[in-house]
Each structure stands twice: as C-alpha cells, then as structure tokens.
C-alpha cells in the first residue's frame, strides 16, 4: 500500500479552483488553507515539505507581500506557484509574481493546469524536499560539545583536556593558528569551572598601543597622569573571584611582561598612581597564535612568564587537520547566518560547493570559513550556494593545479588502465601496446599498486564490461570510460 504524502495547498478564497480531491487519488493527503494565518498553523502543526501556491488572478502587493512572508517563515517548504495565465512571469517579468517565483519557488504552472502536469511537479518536488530533508538532518547533529562543533579525533582530544582543564584552578596556555576557536575554548574552560559565577574578562593584548596596556591592565588612580579625570579599575581588578583572558599574550610589551609577571607572583596589583596592594583572586587563561618558545629563544618573550602561564597547555587544531567537520561547521554557519538573513533564499550548497568546502585548506581556519559563508548567504541570487558564491572557483585555481610528477603519474596509470582494457588484461599484448616490455609493464603495475578489481580473471570475466581496475584510494575506472570516453 502506498503512503500519503503530505502536502499544503494555499489558495485565497477569491480562487476557485479546485484540485485537493483530485490529488487525493494520486496520494497526496492535501491541506487547505484560505489565509496566510491558517496557512502558517498547519505548516507548523503537520510535518509538511511541499507547498502548492494556487492565485487564479492578478493580486494587490499588499497580498502577495503576506504570502512572500509566508514563504520567508517557512523557508525549507519546497513551494510551487500556480498563476492565471494573464499574471505569468513570460508577460509581466517585473511583476511581483514573477519575484516570488524567482526568489522562493521550485517550480511554477499556469492554472487551470493538466492534472498530469501537476502530480509530474509536485513528485518531483517531494523527492528534492526529501533529499534537502535528509541532508538538514544529517547536518543538524553538529557533534558539539561544550558549545564548541566537532566530532574529529583531534577535536575529541581537545575535548579531553579541556574537561581535564577546567577542574584545576592553574593557569591554562591555549596555543593554535589564527581562527581555530580559542577564546571559545577560554569562555568553556571558565563556564564549566568553580569560577562560572564570577567575571569573565578579556583583554587582547595585541589591541592596545605600548603606552596604554598597563592602565588597561592594571588601571589607574584620578590625576595619576594627563587625562585621568577619575579613578579606572584596571581589567586583572574587574576579574576579581573569576578569569582574566589575556588574548594574543605573546603580542604584549617587553616591559609589561615584567609587570604580569609580578601580578602572578605576588597575586597583588597596585593601581598606576596608587600605592595600596590590593589582593586579586583570578585565574589566568592565556591564548597566542605566537611559537612562545620560539619567542623565548629570540628573546621577545620572557621564559619566566611563559612557564607561569603554561602550567596547563591546551593546542586548538587548524581545520586541514579536523577535515571530518568542516562539513558540519560549513552547515551549522550556513543555518545560523540563513535563520537571520531578511531574505532567505539559498537552500544549501550544491554539490560542487560542498567538494570543494571539504578540498580546500582554509588557511584563516574557521574564521575564514565564517566569512565565506556569510558572504555567500547575503550576496548569493542561487537557490544553492556555488563554489563562485564562496570564492572558492579562485582559491583552488592555485591549489588545484598538478605538479609534473603527478601529472606524469596520472598519465602513466591511465595508460596503463586503458592498455589493459584492450588487451583483455593480457600483459604481453598490453605491453606491446604501450611500447614497453612485460618487465616495465608489471614493474610499474607495481609501482601504481594497480590491481584488478574484478572477482575473477579479465580473460575470463562473463561480463566484461563490469571489469575494472583500481587504485590504492580505491578510485575505479570503468571499461566504459576507455569505450566512451
């Protein structure tokens, strides 16, 4: 028995047409709605994809402006326009139907419409909402922890330490690349601790200029130089009872170190201008994208600063080395920044895009990828988001160009391959082929580690052209390419 498929059919009183009963005897379990109101409560009420828009005359804005909010709310409803003939998009291009098709619909029809025609589009439609179903739901399962997406072995490592971390009340090191999430793991590292009640307070030490970051540190008494007009409370102050993140620490002064450095030995500051010491209780979370030890060797960074910091070391990993959740984080942004955007449009990514997201090496890391996908989202006129949309047609150009070794390779294997096809796997006949002897032949079938992929013998293959070989990353090539091109 075949299952109904659900699907709403929105039509203002004004039309008459009349199609719900038809569709029925096609299994299409039909819900009518004669208002964007009613409309929206059986959209929220039933689990519904697929949308049917039924206007049988020329509207007023002030109408086709609620039914362009009705698919704005409902934006993951795969919709489709029915349009009196006089309102199609091929004689008013500029109409407002027109926009609405454009932007929000799969597909569009001239009413009165050929119920064959119809039942075509709408299946048609059911099986692409399905696929964009499966697909929301397979991207919907982030694998987050601690408010952080991942699921990859390094980032469950990270994952481990950082739960490790936040028990111990020491000072934490967080050490990655620019735009691999460590202030996120700061803000988990404090959220989750003993300290969660108190202050978190953040200071980019690379923000402020030289003369600046030890008032911002430590904060000052009123007239203790031109412009204090008034006791500051420095940021180490403000912390009290909780954290002190101090960002990009290997960017902070020579002369400040000294003074951070006096902070954490004494736990006590005294206010510029002041000359009370006045006791702190913080715990102190650093992060750099700097090499410190490196910094130490070179002498820009003290080395008994930065053993006080790195009691505890945590290391965030850069996206080419957690490929598993670039994916998933691609998605996760791709809703974020779509649910906020005032005219949602792109329903994901096609599938080029999506290669590519998962090819390229993201060298600004997660930042990067934010900002191609947000770009993507504002400025994209695509119902799926293209490689062109994301810039990445032009960030793999480079990337994806072969270098000659490779090139010669990828020509060897498949000459080989199509030799071999030719010659029903017979190596002496491939080798003739090829110019070669059987020697060179079965050394550099060898060397490609090419094999095979058949269950039995080529020579003896009842079908043949199911025949193929493979490579070690198990890429086959088929006889029919060879045939076919």
Request: hydrophobic share 40%.
């Amino acid at each position: 028995m075949t299952t109904k498929r659900t699907l709403l059919i929105f039509q203002p009183l004004a039309c008459k047409v009349e199609i719900a009963n038809d569709l029925s005897a096609h299994q299409w379990d039909a819900h009518v709605a004669t208002d964007v109101d009613q409309a929206s409560r059986i959209l929220s009420d039933y689990d519904i994809n697929v949308g049917l828009c039924l206007i049988d005359q020329c509207n007023e804005d002030q109408f086709l402006i609620q039914v362009s909010r009705l698919f704005h709310s409902f934006g993951h409803i795969t919709w489709i326009m029915g349009v009196a003939k006089e309102c199609m998009p091929d004689i008013f291009p500029s109409s407002f139907e027109s926009r609405l098709i454009n932007e929000y619909c799969f597909d569009y029809l001239t009413l009165p419409t050929e119920m064959d025609r119809l039942v075509f589009s709408l299946g048609h439609a059911y099986g692409m909402a399905e696929i964009a179903s499966t697909a929301r739901k397979g991207c919907t399962d982030y694998g987050t922890s601690y408010g952080i997406i991942g699921d990859s072995p390094v980032m469950q490592k990270l994952f481990k330490g950082l739960e490790k971390t936040y028990r111990e009340e020491c000072s934490v090191l967080i050490e990655g690349e620019t735009g691999t999430g460590k202030e996120l793991v700061a803000n988990a590292i404090h959220f989750h601790s003993n300290r969660s009640g108190n202050p978190l307070v953040t200071l980019n030490c690379g923000a402020f200029p030289k003369d600046l970051i030890q008032a911002e540190l430590f904060g000052h008494e009123k007239g203790a130089f031109t412009g204090a007009v008034q006791q500051k409370i420095g940021r180490i102050e403000s912390a009290q009872g909780g954290t002190l993140f101090l960002d990009e620490i290997g960017d902070l002064p020579l002369d400040q170190q000294v003074n951070l450095l006096r902070f954490l030995e004494e736990r006590a500051i005294t206010r510029i201008g002041g000359s009370a010491k006045i006791p702190i209780d913080v715990r102190i979370i650093a992060a750099t994208h700097v090499d410190l030890k490196a910094a130490v060797q070179k002498g820009t960074f003290r080395e008994d600063l930065f053993y006080r910091l790195q009691v505890l070391q945590l290391k965030t990993p850069p996206l080419r080395e957690r490929l598993s959740d670039i994916e998933l984080l691609a998605w996760h942004y791709f809703h974020k920044f779509s649910a906020n955007s005032n005219k949602y449009k792109a329903k994901g990514f096609n599938s080029e895009a999506l290669h590519l997201i998962r090819k390229y090496t993201w060298p600004g890391n997660v930042r990067e990828l934010i900002n191609s996908i947000r770009n993507a989202v504002v400025m994209s006129e695509n119902r799926l988001l293209s490689p062109i949309d994301l810039n990445l047609d032009k960030r793999n150009k480079i990337r994806t160009q072969r270098t000659l070794d490779e090139a010669r390779a990828l020509s060897d294997r498949e000459s080989i391959i199509s030799s071999m096809y030719l010659a029903d796997s017979n190596i002496s006949r491939a080798a003739e082929l090829l110019g070669i002897t059987r020697v060179s032949l079965h050394r550099l079938i060898k060397k490609y580690q090419l094999e095979c992929g058949s269950t039995s013998s080529c020579s003896s293959c009842a079908n043949r052209d199911k025949c193929f070989w493979v490579t070690p990353e198990g890429q086959s090539e088929a006889r029919s390419r060879v045939m076919f091109g």
